[in-house]
């Protein structure tokens, strides 16, 4: 198990470049408009991580939290990016959701597309780990990268809606433009949260847990 190394960095933010490989430095292009960003903690996966933890910084300092994956790469193919959450600090990873997905698709082909909702990979109050992306390819070129968002992770009143869209390149030579939300059904703080592939490593790719000030 691979957990996310610590740091604090502001930055702000107006499109979807951050600076390269997240040598993050003063202002640069990021999410939104004028957005202060504060860089919380880093994953860099080493090859062969089962899992990526954070399971420190994330508390009342901040309303939002914002999680950057790229190009995360599996070393199984045809295999989902998950995550879970925590409210024991990482102790379990078993908090009850519910959520929604949808995806659009193209084929390198070219004669295949659509757009369709993605019953499989909803859950209706399950602690099991919740897909952000789904049938990845293990090859070379292969891998995936997108945004989740977490609101006010450390409610004790209401449970935590999140939202995220990824893109990836799929093992049958498709991309997949994914988008999953819903909500940690619980009003216990979440403290952590813990990223994997729904079976073998994380063989590639960086995870940064931001703070949204």
């Given amino acids: 198990m691979a957990t996310a190394s610590t740091s604090l960095s502001k930055i702000k933010a107006n499109s979807l470049n951050l600076a390269g490989t997240f040598g993050f430095s003063g202002t640069v292009s990021g999410l939104a408009d004028e957005t202060p960003l504060v860089l919380i903690s880093t994953f860099t996966s080493d090859g062969s991580d089962d899992t990526a933890s954070f399971t420190s910084g994330i508390n009342s300092t ?19 990016f998950t995550f879970n959450a925590s409210a024991d600090s990482g102790s379990n990873y078993n908090v009850t959701k519910t959520t929604t997905s949808f995806q659009s698709t193209h084929n390198e082909a070219g004669n295949d597309a659509g757009v369709g909702y993605q019953e499989t990979y909803d859950l209706a109050q399950s602690t099991a780990f919740q897909p952000l992306f789904f049938s990845l390819g293990n090859g070379n070129d292969e891998s995936c990268s997108g945004i989740m968002r977490l609101y006010n992770p450390s409610s004790t009143t209401f449970v935590k809606h999140f939202v995220c869209r990824s893109v990836g390149y799929v093992y049958e030579d498709y991309v997949k433009d994914y988008f999953a939300a819903g909500y940690l059904n619980t009003t216990s703080a979440i403290d952590a949260i813990q990223f994997k592939m729904s079976s073998g490593e994380i063989q590639g790719g960086t995870i940064d847990l931001f703070g949204v000030v």
Avoid: V
């Fill in 62 to 80: 901040y309303k939002e939290y914002l999680f950057l994956f790229n190009n995360i790469h599996a070393e199984t193919d045809n295999k989902n």
